[in-house]
């Protein structure tokens, strides 16, 4: 069975600083990861996605999330916040077909100014 | 804009009565997946068709739900007798084999 836990339901930080959401996945195989953003009464977004090539994967919008297979951890990054990322973010694995794709709970991201 | 695309972005209705839901998703998609996502809940999984093959079902899809994709197209989910347990975003989303998901930007299901 797969699934991803998000270890935050709520992280706030202040415009310009980093960001650092946690994500931890659960695998019986070599996963597909992703990370979806979604901004209130809109869409899911793909942010960016990890298919077992490079660890380090860069997103849109200055996001980029490392995978470590040691650590069973995918966590998104960016280097300095800005107010247009606040939003819902969600941490998504696939099963090993990619028929189905089990999302965390999300982490929702405050900027303060 | 060729992303995916629901329709109604809203719908009310009163408990009892039926409601479809559209998508359409990217053209050369091949894969069309259902999820309901509810208040403060990430996004569940419901169906998934390859083609107009509806492969997989969730529990979460009782009998009162049913969705069809003709000709690997657009796709349909029916909710009979509504009830306000059934209140939720339902979301769309395709994909080509092996890679992530596009998502629509949902339809919203209010029953009163």
């Known amino acids: 069975a797969q699934s991803v836990t998000q270890l935050d339901s709520h992280v706030s930080v202040s415009e310009g600083t980093p960001v650092l959401l946690r994500c931890n996945y659960s695998s019986s195989y070599s996963p597909s990861l992703f990370w979806y953003v979604q901004h209130p009464n809109k869409g899911l977004q793909l942010l960016l996605k990890y298919t077992s090539a490079a660890t380090l994967v860069k997103g849109i919008n200055g996001f980029e999330a490392e995978f470590k297979k040691s650590e069973t951890s995918f966590h998104l990054t960016k280097p300095s916040a800005h107010m247009s990322d606040a939003a819902e973010y969600f941490c998504?694995?696939?099963?090993?077909?990619?028929?189905?794709?089990?999302f965390g709970t999300g982490t929702s991201l405050t900027v303060i100014p | 804009d060729t992303g995916v695309s629901q329709d109604p972005r809203h719908k009310i209705t009163k408990r009892g009565q039926n409601v479809t839901f559209r998508c359409d998703p990217i053209s050369e998609h091949n894969r069309l997946y259902w999820y309901r996502q509810t208040l403060g809940q990430g996004p569940e999984f419901l169906t998934y068709f390859q083609n107009e093959a509806q492969l997989e079902k969730s529990r979460l899809l009782s009998d009162r739900f049913s969705a069809e994709r003709p000709k690997g197209s657009f796709s349909t989910l029916e909710i009979q007798r509504t009830e306000q347990g059934d209140s939720a975003m339902y979301l769309c989303a395709s994909s080509l084999t092996g890679k992530g998901a596009f998502f629509g930007q949902g339809t919203r299901l209010t029953v009163v």
């Open positions: 998504v694995v696939s099963d090993s077909t990619g028929n189905q794709f089990y």
